[in-house]
């Protein structure tokens, strides 16, 4: 597939000779499909026996199949509405909303932030008083990723030797990206094309890094593919659900990693003074931003519109501007996003939501910090799939419906 499809290949690191041998065979997508289906035909049921993790091994790799199955249509020009690729490739449906959803939570942040003008440019101007000066980046990620680390650590069992290097590239259609590349390690890109805020730091040293996606890549090579020796974990295809699994737990992880107010503390105390920020400030900066969280799944109710037709280009990104309160260079570069990986956004805001909830009913409602440490380290580690993450009595949020996605 990667030869097809630049994008397929998250990650690969099972034995060299493998990927020498699918980069000279070139496989026609038609033999792909065709063998993917002969695969998931001869797979049949887990042994009578099989534990726990067998057997979720099982219904796991018939779901990875099934969406590469359906990725390879769709480079076929197999045309798919966004929800039907969504369930195709990731297992999950995003709930929709309307505009009157988003329009109350920017009612709310019209109340909260200082000003009279119309509510874009009083967001841009607040926004602009907390961006990261470009010669302090690297000291402030730096400083953020360790501390994530030493969370991460105090409470996981991580390799010796795993660690991760950060380089600053640009003209992404992302704002940053993590490679595994084996061997406990990854390289993390941060895209430096726009402004970078205070409150990336964090999101991004906890998603990319500890205890996401880099955390959740070492466990999966070393728990999975080498001790158990399941060697279709040697390779992270991007667009299936194990992707709703990975975005959805380096989100919630930052919650895991810092509950509570520790991380706006962390942020006032270390990371504004290391940034030359107003400390004072660091409390009004993360109420807002609590606030603008609640818009998350505006980008997917913008891609969904975009990507079945019904709106432009243009069009999208001006509802981004409107009802995620992104900049115009936010949105373009977001529209970009929608292009390249089109429904893959789901797995951001409704992944999360999923995570969270299965965390929390399973660690139970007044687990402890360690409790909650190890359910979440065991997803992580584990071939769950997204559609396995909803709790019993719990019905799936259905395109169409209303609830709140904090509900
Ligand atoms: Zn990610």
Redesign the pocket.
């Known amino acids: 597939m990667g030869t097809h499809d630049s994008d397929y290949v998250d990650a690969y690191y099972g034995p060299p000779r493998w990927k020498v041998e699918a980069d000279s065979a070139r496989l026609p997508l038609v033999a792909i499909r065709a063998q993917a289906s002969a695969l998931l035909h001869d797979l049949g049921p887990p042994p009578p026996a099989a534990d726990e993790l067998t057997r979720l091994r099982y219904t796991y790799l018939e779901r990875q199949l099934a969406s590469l199955v359906a990725r390879v249509e769709v480079l076929d020009g197999r045309r798919l509405t966004f929800d039907e690729e969504s369930r195709a490739l990731y297992d999950a449906v995003a709930p929709s909303y309307d505009e009157a959803h988003f329009a109350r939570v920017l009612d709310q942040l019209s109340a909260t932030l200082p000003g009279d003008g119309p509510l874009a440019e009083r967001y841009a101007a607040f926004e602009r008083a907390f961006v990261i000066p470009v010669d302090r980046l690297d000291a402030v990620f730096r400083r953020a990723i360790d501390e994530c680390r030493a969370r991460t650590r105090t409470h996981l069992r991580l390799p010796a030797d795993e660690r991760f290097s950060v380089a600053f590239v640009a003209g992404k259609s992302w704002s940053a990206y ?1 490679w595994y590349e084996g061997h406990n390690k990854s390289l993390i890109q941060v895209n430096t094309s726009l402004p970078i805020h205070i409150d990336r730091a964090i999101d991004l040293a906890c ?2 890094g500890y205890p ?2 880099h955390v959740q890549n070492v466990l999966l090579d070393s728990r999975l593919a080498r001790e158990r020796g399941w060697v279709e974990f040697s390779v992270a295809p991007l667009f299936s659900p194990q992707s709703l699994i ?2 959805g737990s ?1 989100n919630y992880g930052i919650r895991i990693a810092f509950p509570g107010a520790e991380r706006v503390a962390f942020e006032r105390d270390v990371l504004y003074p290391l940034a030359g920020l107003d400390p004072a400030r660091a409390g009004e900066y993360a109420a807002v931003h609590e606030l603008v969280s609640a818009l998350g799944y505006a980008d997917d109710e913008a891609a969904r519109r975009y990507l079945n037709g019904r709106i432009s280009a243009d069009s999208a990104a001006h509802w981004l501007e409107r009802y995620a309160l992104m900049s115009p260079a936010q949105a373009r570069q977001r529209v970009g996003f929608f292009d390249q990986y089109r429904a893959y956004v789901i797995n951001y805001s409704l992944g999360q939501d999923l995570v969270r909830r299965y965390v929390e009913s399973t660690a139970g409602p007044h687990a402890s910090a360690e409790r909650r440490w190890r359910v979440f380290a065991d997803l992580l580690a584990s071939p769950r799939l997204p559609s396995g993450l909803i709790p019993a009595g719990l019905v799936p949020a259905r395109s169409g419906s209303r609830a709140s996605p904090r509900g």
Do not use: R, Y
């Open positions: 993590n998603h990319e996401g996606h990975a975005e380096a």
